[in-house]
């Protein structure tokens, strides 16, 4: 199953955009990657995925490097609320999530 | 909006109890699972379920058996509690394959003493 590399924390002032990188040189042609994101003590929250085009829905945008060895999330207007632990995740067999230690990301007013 | 629930935020246990801690969704998923998430090992797989009555191992079932008699509830048993199962766990399910997106609930922090 492929691995993924985040950096452990990022800052984010309140109302700018949040650009949050994944590294995951390993991936497989038909591996999706995923990302989720974790507010303390809460189950985990489903952001956005993608195979290799660039996706976006009403919380994210989700840009994928041609090679697909790289990928970042973007949050266009963090907010406090956004503050939380950000997984990225590539879906490997049975379905199974591993998610690793992720970015803490900080919104600041 | 699809919807896990978990019969228990909070959940405090003797050793050599028997635990059961329950899932519910509300979105008709075929698939079910059971992590368990613990400071610096991640999240790992316990159980899945892919239809009722089915039930796979994950990475640790060891300690735990899992029971899906419908469709919506997936159950998590811990036959006898020990302290080393203290964790926070998290169901989740999904639709379609295996490799559809999984929605998580709440989750569950048992502590066992």
């Known amino acids: 199953d492929a691995k993924t590399t985040q950096p452990p924390s990022m800052d984010c002032a309140e109302g700018r955009a949040a650009n949050l990188p994944c590294n995951h040189s390993t991936i497989s042609g038909n591996e999706y990657v995923y990302w989720y994101r974790q507010i303390h003590s809460q189950g985990p929250q489903y952001i956005i995925h993608?195979?290799?085009n660039n996706e976006t829905n009403e919380m994210a945008s989700l840009i994928i490097t041609e090679d697909r060895k790289s990928s970042t999330l973007i949050l266009p207007h963090a907010t406090l609320r956004d503050t939380a632990v950000y997984y990225c995740?590539?879906?490997?067999?049975?379905?199974?999530?591993?998610f690793g230690a992720g970015t803490q990301v900080v919104v600041t007013p | 909006d699809v919807k896990v629930t978990q019969s228990s935020r909070y959940l405090v246990k003797r050793t050599g109890e028997k635990v059961f801690l329950e899932c519910v969704q509300d979105?008709?998923?075929?698939?079910m699972f059971w992590y368990r998430q613990d400071p610096g090992l991640g999240l790992r797989l316990i159980y899945f379920?892919?239809?009722?009555?089915?039930?796979e191992k994950g990475d640790i079932p060891e300690g735990y058996s899992v029971s899906r008699e419908k469709k919506e509830r997936f159950s998590l048993i811990l036959e006898s509690a020990s302290t080393n199962q203290t964790s926070m766990y998290l169901c989740a399910s999904s639709t379609g394959g295996l490799k559809e997106t999984q929605y998580f609930g709440p989750g569950t922090r048992l502590l066992v003493l």
């Open positions: 979105m008709d998923h075929e698939n």
């Open positions: 995740i590539v879906l490997g067999s049975w379905g199974k999530l591993q």
């Open positions: 993608g195979l290799k």
């Open positions: 379920s892919y239809d009722v009555k089915m039930k």
